[in-house]
């Protein structure tokens, strides 16, 4: 495919990550949004297999937009604000899915969680062989993370879209980076700031135990 416009480049994603952590390192929630839109683009580029997947990313991402363009707004600017906010005033289902099914914490965590598969997944591709198969790569990470939180049905279609993934330096052209080589090299610079937001998220649930919520 010529380098035209149409063409998408994860580049954008990465960086919208590299944007999150803030001084005070709390995670901001906006271009976390942005990150996570691009990867929905990313997706789609995949085929219409994977829509399936994104279509629940997106379902989320205008879930905490939603907040982002309320009066609220400026609780939701970081995850540690909406944290605060949503635990102070009862708005977060702690047992079980009731008054609050979308809480912005419970959403925000199944994001968090597909950002840990997205990690790995990216890190097993950075340092995978050339003809390694993204596919087993995209399994492997998605069974070790993502998978343990999804019933069978899922797991059974995420596991039939895996197979239409092409070989990895196919896949890293995909992206749009430039050549394989150059890909790799993105990987490892941007990797470390996803990394970094991810722990700084769990570290924060953890705190507040609510890495369980319904
Ligand atoms: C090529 C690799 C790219 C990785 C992108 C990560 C996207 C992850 C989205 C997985 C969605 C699978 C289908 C939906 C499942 C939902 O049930 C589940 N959502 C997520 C994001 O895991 C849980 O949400 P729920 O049902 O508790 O509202």
Known sequence: MAAG?????LREVLVA???????QRE?????????????????????TIFS???KDAVTKIEIIENYR??????????????VE????????????????????????????????WLQMFLEGLRTGEDN??????????YNASLANYHPWIIRKAAGVAFCALPTRNTFLETMNVGTAEEAVTMLGDALPYICEVYKITEELYAQHKLLDLP
């Open 52 to 54: 399936f997947i994104s």
């Open 27 to 47: 995670v901001r929630v906006d271009p976390y949004l942005a990150g996570w839109k691009g990867l929905v683009r990313f997706l789609n580029c995949l085929g």
């Open 85 to 116: 906010y949503e635990l102070a005033n009862g708005l977060v289902d702690l047992q079980q899915r009731s008054k609050h099914p979308n809480s912005g914490c419970r959403t925000f965590l199944r994001l968090h969680r597909a950002l840990h």
């Open 17 to 23: 990550f590299t944007a999150c952590v803030s001084e």
């Open 69 to 82: 363009n309320s009066d609220q707004r400026e609780k939701y600017l970081t995850v540690q604000s909406m």
């Open 5 to 9: 416009a149409e063409t998408f480049s």
């Open 132 to 141: 390694s198969k993204t596919s087993v790569i995209c399994s492997e990470t």
